[in-house]
């Protein structure tokens, strides 16, 4: 199992085990993170498989590097 999204994608269970918050914190940020666009989930069974959005991300990713670009 991969601990990262490296591989495409991640069980809820593996992504809350990177964590040491209860287990509905990191569904609500997950939650979240999917409303914004930035990661996609599909069920299995009991399971749920998260996976990025790999170009929503470079976007939120360009966004902030934005605000980091030196001003000469």
Known sequence: MTLNFE???MSAGAIAGLFKHA???TTRHLQVLEAAGLIR?????RERFYGIEKK???LARDWLAW???STG
């Open 23 to 25: 287990w509905p914190t």
């Open 41 to 45: 989930h599909e069920r299995r069974g």
């Open 7 to 9: 591989g495409g994608e």
């Open 56 to 58: 929503r991300l470079e």
């Open 67 to 69: 605000f980091f670009k």
